[in-house]
């Protein structure tokens, strides 16, 4: 075995590939029609008769400030407190969609707004967020949930 360094000569340049072919504006229509635009998501959603939810835009984002939000990490059983798992584990699940909160929060009668585009930063390959009105003004808004947590106060 020698120490010396080999130098091997390596085609990189496929022969049936001809640049002039190459069209960069047909790639990013390509990779822009694999992306649903939020508008479509949102006209879909509610096509589906979800009249709970509500869809926002950026500028009307103010109006719900005192809901609080929920990431899908939040209940991901492969993850640990220290990667943002809030729930324990008896609680939380496998691949959590922030899809499926927004359907569990509508069967329990709770206000929500659905951001399929934000992302939570430990979890960003796992887009959308909810928005949940739990109290206002400090008054728990449904009967059966008393705090964030979902703990009645008369345990």
Request: overall charge negative.
């Amino acid at each position: 075995m020698s120490r010396h360094a080999r130098i091997e000569e390596v085609e990189d340049d496929p022969e049936d590939f001809d640049i002039t072919e190459y069209d960069p504006r047909a790639a990013q229509r390509n990779a822009a029609a694999s992306f649903m635009d939020p508008a479509e998501i949102a006209a879909q959603f509610q096509a589906h008769g979800n009249a709970q939810t509500q869809f926002i835009k950026e500028s009307d984002s103010a109006a719900f400030k005192g809901y609080q939000i929920i990431y899908p990490i939040y209940f991901d059983i492969t993850r640990s407190r220290e990667q943002g798992r809030r729930v324990n584990k008896e609680y939380a699940v496998e691949n959590p969609l922030a899809r499926e909160i927004v359907d569990c929060c509508n069967l329990n009668g709770l206000k929500t707004v659905f951001e399929p585009t934000k992302t939570h930063p430990k979890d960003w390959a796992n887009p959308g967020r909810v928005r949940v009105l739990l109290k206002e003004d400090g008054q728990p808004q449904h009967g059966k949930i008393k705090n964030s947590m979902g703990a009645p106060t008369s345990l």
